[in-house]
């Protein structure tokens, strides 16, 4: 898990109740449901914070797990209808992931360094043949 732990998903979201939903399935149901939101919102997340991303549920903001505890939620929910508040959360969690992709919001982890188109670059380093040469130029 990288973002969130068990703890943290019933911190947020209220153990009963999700014990309740993951049925006799237990902690393996409700760690796939925190693994599929985890994978959702680094969908989101990767082109922008490939390298700062973080690895263990220690080193996740607590808005990035809040958010993610939602949509783990609503994923344990994926069979049946959700209550229209948990469905406006989970929608909200992934306009914010949008918005975090986008630059509209931040996780307040670097993200990769903008790339420079402006300057040139060398194609190929190696002379190619046939064709024409710096040299044959002089005499234009």
Known sequence: MRYLSLPDLF????????????????????LN???QAEAEATSYLLARYR???????DGA?????AKVATLAHRKLLAGAQPSPSLEAEAQQ????????ARGAASLD??????????AP?????????????????DSW
């Open 109 to 118: 982890l670097p993200s990769e360094p903008p790339v420079d188109n402006t």
């Open 11 to 30: 911190a947020h979201r209220g153990e009963a109740e999700l014990r309740r939903l993951a049925g006799p399935g237990g902690d393996p149901t409700l």
């Open 61 to 65: 903001p607590p808005i990035l797990k």
């Open 121 to 137: 670059t060398i194609a190929i380093a190696a002379p190619t043949t046939p064709g024409l040469r710096l040299e044959d130029l």
């Open 51 to 57: 390298q700062a991303l973080p690895s263990t549920p």
């Open 93 to 100: 969690a992934l306009t914010w992931l949008r918005d975090v």
């Open 33 to 35: 449901a925190i693994e």
